[in-house]
T-cell receptor, first 114, second 112 residues
Framework: AQSVAQPEDQVNVAEGNPLTVKCTYSVSGNPYLFWYVQYPNRGLQFLLKYITGDNLVKGSYGFEAEFNKSQTSFHLKKPSALVSDSALYFC????????????FGSGTRLQVQP | DVKVTQSSRYLVKRTGEKVFLECVQD?????MFWYRQDPGLGLRLIYFSYDVKMKEKGDIPEGYSVSREKKERFSLILESASTNQTSMYLC???????????FGPGTRLTVL
């Protein structure tokens, strides 16, 4: 079975400060990991993914994520937050042995204050 | 750019009605998915399809069925709508199992 945990329902950060949105996962085999963002009344937009290779993955809008196998984590980061980054963020995982579909976390709302 | 379209943004139906939600993708993707999104629960997979006429149950298939007669179209059917099926429904597609999913804008369904 595969599962994802996003331990924080909401993250608050001041504009210009670094931000981190946490994600931990559980899979049977090797993980494929994804981050998505959802703006109000919109579908999800893909930010970045880890399939294999370098543990630091860079994505859209200046976001990056670090894959940590020993801690089974894939935290989303950005060096300097913008007010426009305020949105709902979802982490998702699938393993390379089982089900084809992704399993999503419950989401973390990021609020960036001016 | 990949485009995933859903037939309605907002839909209001009555309990017991049969409801059809349509999804179309224009990039010849193999995989298509239906999720429902509820506050605090994230996205939960209802059904997915990895080929025409092929389907697999997701985590919450009860009360739903699907149809994929053509590669670009994936329909979600609520056989007899109930109030607990009031939700946001999201369709997605992906080229294969290694690439990201592209999402439609969602259909907010209210069952009265």
């Amino acid at each position: 079975a595969q599962s994802v945990a996003q331990p924080e329902d909401q993250v608050n950060v001041a504009e210009g400060n670094p931000l981190t949105v946490k994600c931990t996962y559980s899979v049977s085999g090797n993980p494929y990991l994804f981050w998505y963002v959802q703006y109000p009344n919109r579908g999800l937009q893909f930010l970045l993914k880890y399939i294999t290779g370098d543990n630091l993955v860079k994505g859209s809008y200046g976001f990056e994520a670090e894959f940590n196998k020993s801690q089974t984590s894939f935290h989303l980061k950005k060096p300097s937050a913008l007010v426009s980054d305020s949105a709902l963020y979802f982490c998702a995982v699938r393993d390379n042995t089982g089900r084809r579909a992704l399993t999503f976390g419950s989401g973390t709302r990021l609020q960036v204050q001016p | 750019d990949v485009k995933v379209t859903q037939s309605s943004r907002y839909l209001v139906k009555r309990t017991g009605e049969k409801v059809f939600l349509e999804c179309v993708q224009d990039m010849d993707h193999e995989n298509m998915f239906w999720y429902r999104q509820d506050p605090g629960l994230g996205l939960r997979l209802i059904y997915f399809s990895y080929d025409v006429k092929m389907k697999e149950k997701g985590d919450i298939p009860e009360g739903y069925s699907v149809s994929r007669e053509k590669k670009e179209r994936f329909s979600l059917i609520l056989e007899s709508a109930s109030t607990n099926q009031t939700s946001m429904y999201l369709c997605a597609s992906s080229r294969d199992n290694y690439n990201e999913q592209f999402f439609g804008p969602g259909t907010r369904l209210t069952v009265l």
